[in-house]
């Protein structure tokens, strides 16, 4: 039950972020200190990153519904991967908000 409400979590979190990086961009882009220039800028970059969340979410309630126990853990391993590449190559907030609960989430499928 723990694991399963801790996969949820991460569904969540990953339909937050999807949909701040595509229609909510500007302002979280405000919120990282970019210029209104950068954000614009930045802007198909982060649609193209707030799919792959979209994606993973996606992939990941349906594996979780569908019972599929194997791929629910491949997804959050590659959550807890791409959080890594984040935090290497962009902020180190990343792993904290995207790799934790992901973490906790493959914890909790271990127990």
């Known amino acids: 039950m723990l694991a399963a409400i801790a996969t949820w979590v991460v569904v969540a979190l990953h339909v937050?972020?999807?949909?701040?990086?595509?229609?909510?961009?500007?302002?979280?882009?405000?919120?990282f200190g970019?210029?209104?220039?950068h954000a614009e800028v930045t802007r198909?970059?982060?649609?193209?990153q707030g799919a792959y969340n979209a994606g993973v979410a996606a992939l990941l309630a349906w594996a979780q519904l569908a019972a599929q126990p194997a791929t629910v853990l491949a997804l959050?391993?590659?959550?807890?991967?791409?959080?890594?590449?984040g935090a290497v190559s962009v902020r180190w907030t990343i792993?904290?908000?995207?790799g934790v609960p992901a973490?906790?989430?493959?914890?909790?499928?271990a127990l």
Do not use: D
Not at 95 to 98: E, F, G, I, N
Not at 103 to 109: F, H, Q, S, V, Y
């Open 103 to 109: 973490l906790l989430a493959i914890a909790a499928t």
């Open 44 to 48: 198909p970059l982060a649609l193209n």
């Open 16 to 31: 937050a972020f999807a949909l701040a990086e595509t229609v909510g961009w500007r302002g979280m882009a405000k919120r």
């Open 76 to 85: 959050l391993v590659f959550v807890v991967a791409m959080s890594i590449v």
């Open 95 to 98: 792993l904290v908000a995207q």
């Open 34 to 37: 970019y210029s209104r220039e």
